[in-house]
């Protein structure tokens, strides 16, 4: 079946530091690829997606490449914020047409001044 | 400002107790989710709505019974609950059944005595 496997959390960094939350996965097929970030009390919010090999997703600047060869979707950011502290949760899509997202346990991202 | 909105936010009920979550999303989405969020392990995807017609029932059971009324609005029955039901329900929606992007609600934190 499929799969998804991140880092255990807490991860804390001080400001400015660099991010990098691991995330393997099992899938048959050639899945999409998400990162989802949940902010305390609120629900999750998708922050990037890849759906082919090689294809980099980017936004608020994060980013996570997908590597088939690894299978793997780490998620990075080179300068972390105050406001980036939330629970990052890395999930996949089977395939075109299908509705089933699998998550990972999520990662807990505390940054402090 | 995610589009997706759920009543009530916080729940606290008896196990005898008969209640209902909603859920009601102004996307125009015609796929409706509702997921589980258990401390610690992954989120479940408890059941799916296409075009107000169930295409998934994740092994659920029976003391959950959603109700899709219409396109916009997704309901989830809880009667005789027990407490390892206490959790965050999460709603979520997206554009078409297989491709699109999920957006999730707020969620509610259900707390069973």
């Known amino acids: 079946g499929n799969s998804v496997t991140q880092m255990e959390g807490p991860v804390t960094l001080s400001e400015e530091a660099f991010l990098t939350i691991n995330c393997t996965y099992t899938?048959?097929?050639?899945?999409?690829l998400f990162w989802y970030v949940q902010y305390p009390g609120e629900g999750l919010q998708l922050l990037l997606k890849a759906t082919k090999a090689d294809d980099k997703g980017s936004n608020k600047g994060f980013e996570a490449t997908y590597r088939k060869e690894t299978t793997s979707f780490h998620l990075e950011k080179g300068s972390v914020q105050v406001s980036d502290s939330a629970v990052y949760f890395c999930?996949?899509?089977?395939?075109?047409?299908?509705?089933?997202?699998?998550f990972g346990k999520g990662t807990k991202l505390s940054v402090i001044p | 400002e995610t589009g997706v909105t759920q009543t009530p936010r916080h729940l606290v009920m008896g196990m005898t107790n008969k209640k209902s979550l909603k859920c009601e999303q102004h996307?125009?989405?015609?796929?409706m989710y509702w997921y589980k969020q258990s401390a610690k392990k992954p989120l479940e995807l408890m059941f799916v709505y296409s075009l107000e017609e169930r295409v998934e029932n994740n092994s659920v059971p029976s003391r959950f019974s959603p109700e899709c009324p219409n396109s916009s609005h997704l309901f989830l029955h809880l009667h005789t609950l027990q407490p390892e039901d206490s959790a965050l329900y999460l709603c979520a929606s997206s554009q078409e059944r297989g491709g699109g992007e999920q957006f999730f609600g707020p969620g509610t934190r259900l707390t069973v005595l």
């Open positions: 999930a996949l899509r089977p395939g075109a047409g299908s509705y089933q997202l699998t």
């Open positions: 996307l125009g989405h015609n796929a």
């Open positions: 899938a048959t097929g050639y899945p999409s």
